[in-house]
């Protein structure tokens, strides 16, 4: 069992920036493709960014193209959204998720393991 935990939520005004960390507790997630997603009140969740495990592969998703950007770093064994440039809309809980190195890389999904999520919060 894998448990994610995924923090650097908050509240940001528009216009800001927040980066969020994908982290697995008590083992590496160097082997796992990694996806974004975030789903706010009322609404489906929604596919964000995912980056495979390799990091040679990345995608990000339309609404948030060229604002978003997902990275990793392996020496510290996490996974970064970086989110510029936030609007209100982009407001809701931000979940990471992962699947082993052995799956093949679906940058939509399904994915094996979920974290509980963070608030990202954008005031207008």
């Known amino acids: 069992q894998v448990q994610l935990v995924e923090s650097g939520g908050g509240l940001v005004q528009a216009g800001g920036s927040l980066r969020l960390s994908c982290a697995a507790s008590?083992?590496?997630?160097?082997?796992?493709?990694v996806g974004w997603f975030r789903q706010a009140p009322g609404q489906d969740r929604e596919f964000v960014a995912a980056?495979?495990?390799?990091?040679?592969?990345?995608y990000i998703a339309d609404s948030v193209k060229g604002r978003f950007a997902v990275s990793r770093d392996y020496a510290k064994n996490t996974v970064y959204l970086q989110m510029n440039s936030l609007k209100p809309e982009d407001t809701a809980v931000y979940y990471c998720?992962?699947?082993?190195?052995?799956?093949?890389?679906?940058?939509?999904?399904?994915?094996?393991?979920w974290g509980q999520g963070t608030q990202v919060t954008v005031s207008s």
């Open positions: 998720a992962a699947s082993p190195y052995t799956s093949g890389f679906a940058p939509t999904g399904p994915y094996d393991y």
């Open positions: 008590g083992r590496t997630i160097n082997r796992y493709h």
């Open positions: 980056i495979s495990w390799s990091g040679s592969s990345s």
